[in-house]
């Protein structure tokens, strides 16, 4: 069975992908990845380093005292050649450690902030971008169209300003998602990412103190992506990436029928270790030839709306269907 695929124009050997997360920062794990058949390496968010609340702090300091801010911008700029190293040292040994595409995850805070690590990386010997846009609602005066506004901005700065191929990792927190796609691939992005799992928020009731944790995704949680990517196959000429909750192959079987170019992994890889990788292949190359399929494009977006025999079943009439059937009315 033939597995290869394409994603932002990459040529991936095959279509599930490592997202990004710390099994990035080990050479011997992502040589392992390799050897198991995962198509590319999104390595570890850059927005997770510490570099990150140092440069948000910044930025407060630059709003709050516009009389300084010529003098701790000279201080910025220290703070990331600093911060820079260790994620520089990481990325060459992601990079010697395997041949198949390795894209970087970036979520920066200012626009400098965005242009300093696209230029640093990109001579890094990476195969692309992954603009990580992890944004919740959190300014009551700021409008979803502007928030959108300057998404799309920092995309067609960053696209103008690199040669590598940019694909966007969002949020859920969009109005209409399907058409905030397709500004995104409007502004220059070569696919989309659907979705980023957030981090949530916890609160201690005996220490009354706010917590933050971090949990694997949920079995079924790929059914939202399964939706959007549905809902786009066919509408947009840029790749569909379909993340969150994918575990077995089955999972990545029906995004695949949905439309998905590739489809991105982490918490399966953390539960069942590198060779879950391998199993998953496996088993769509074992239901690809029970179907008597030779490749990807054989059956890739079958099921999506555009061609699927129930143009409703991912719209909200087919949630009015199902309340009449279970009234019998």
């Not at 981090?199 to 949680?221: K, R, Y």
Request: charged content about 25%; overall charge negative.
């Amino acid at each position: 069975m033939e597995m290869g695929t394409r994603y932002m124009g990459l040529e991936l050997p095959s279509p599930i992908v490592v997202g990004a997360c710390d099994l990035s920062l080990n050479p011997a794990m992502l040589k392992q990845l390799e050897d198991y058949g995962a198509g590319a390496i999104v390595f570890k968010s850059i927005f997770e380093e510490s570099i990150q609340l140092e440069s948000m702090q910044l930025k407060e300091l630059l709003e709050s005292e516009q009389e300084r801010a010529k003098e701790i911008s000279k201080w910025y700029s220290r703070i990331m050649t600093s911060g820079n190293d260790q994620i520089l040292k990481d990325l060459k040994r992601a990079r010697k450690a395997v041949k198949i595409p390795l894209i970087a995850s970036l979520n920066a805070y200012s626009e400098e902030g965005w242009l300093y690590y696209i230029k640093v990386l990109e001579q890094e010997g990476i195969d692309g971008f992954e603009i990580n846009f992890y944004h919740t609602p959190e300014d009551i005066n700021l409008s979803g169209q502007e928030m959108e506004d300057r998404e799309v901005a920092i995309i067609e700065k960053i696209v103008s300003q690199t040669s590598l191929p940019v694909s966007v990792k969002m949020t859920r927190c969009y109005t209409n998602p399907l058409y905030t796609v397709k500004r995104f691939m409007e502004a220059g992005a070569k696919g989309v990412v659907l979705f980023n799992q957030y981090i949530s928020p916890e609160i201690d009731i005996e220490s009354e103190s706010n917590l933050v944790t971090f949990e694997l995704t949920q079995d079924g949680a790929y059914r939202e992506s399964l939706r959007f990517t549905a809902l786009l196959h066919g509408q947009v000429e840029g790749s569909i990436v379909a993340n969150t909750g994918i575990y077995e192959a089955e999972e990545a079987i029906k995004l695949f029928l949905a439309g998905a170019d590739a489809v991105q992994v982490v918490s399966t890889l953390y539960l069942n270790q590198a060779q879950q990788m391998e199993r998953i292949i496996n088993g769509i190359q074992r239901w690809m030839e029970r179907k008597g399929y030779e490749n990807l494009d054989d059956f890739r977006g079958k099921c999506a709306k555009k061609n699927a025999i129930d143009p409703y079943a991912f719209e909200r009439a087919q949630y009015v269907k199902i309340m009449l059937e279970d009234k019998k009315i």
